[in-house]
């Protein structure tokens, strides 16, 4: 199967990424070898939550800031190329990723589903900081509260806003590719039972993934893959 065919005849892409499209960028991915959760700290599961902001921020604090961020970090092929896409076909990307390569690759029409790292905001006061400082400090010079970054912790929710503009998004699309994600994290992994059933459903992925049953896979290199859609 040609991608780069299929992009070209849609009239409404949809990109739904995750981790896997950030690895060539060298920010490690979540749950392989060697991702973020396989190490011999505390669960990251707690040290990403609520909780853990709440009652052990420092804790919270050190973790996100030592382990989440590739300040770095430069797009990669496939930034690139679904950012073409975004500016040249009205493409829709929606990002599992708070790493914000999506959006230093210029991309448009972006929803980062679950938020992004570069947007740091007081929870004291709701004034917005830099990330510059708050890798530096996690507290607030004007007021002394708390920082924190705007991404979804586990035991909060998605701000429905978020949910009713994938879900329309969706809907709309004539070709959806998921790129660089399991598809295991509700839930954005439910987005695609919003799918038209006479949408195509392309996914990017070098291992198998449980899909729908209309949906097909490319078993490659999503870097790869990418490099070779002509633009």
Known sequence: MQLAAELFQAKRIVFLTGAGVSTPSGIPDYRSKGGLYDNDQQRPEYL???TCLVHQPEKFYQFVVQQMYYPAALPNIIHQKMAWFTKNKAAIIITQNVDGLHMKAKAQNVIEFHGSLYRVYCQKCGQKVAYQQYLKSMIHQGCGGILRPAIVLYEEQIDPKIINASLMAISQADLIVVCG?????????GLLTAADPTAKI??????????????????????????????
Not at 181 to 189: I, N
Request: hydrophobic fraction near 55%; proline fraction near 5%.
């Open 181 to 189: 994600t399991s598809l295991q994290v509700y839930p954005f992994a």
């Open 48 to 50: 990403l939550s609520h």
């Open 202 to 231: 392309i996914a990017i992925n070098r291992e198998k993934l449980v899909l729908p049953a209309n949906a097909q896979q490319i078993v490659a290199d999503a870097a790869s893959t990418f490099a070779a859609v002509k633009v």
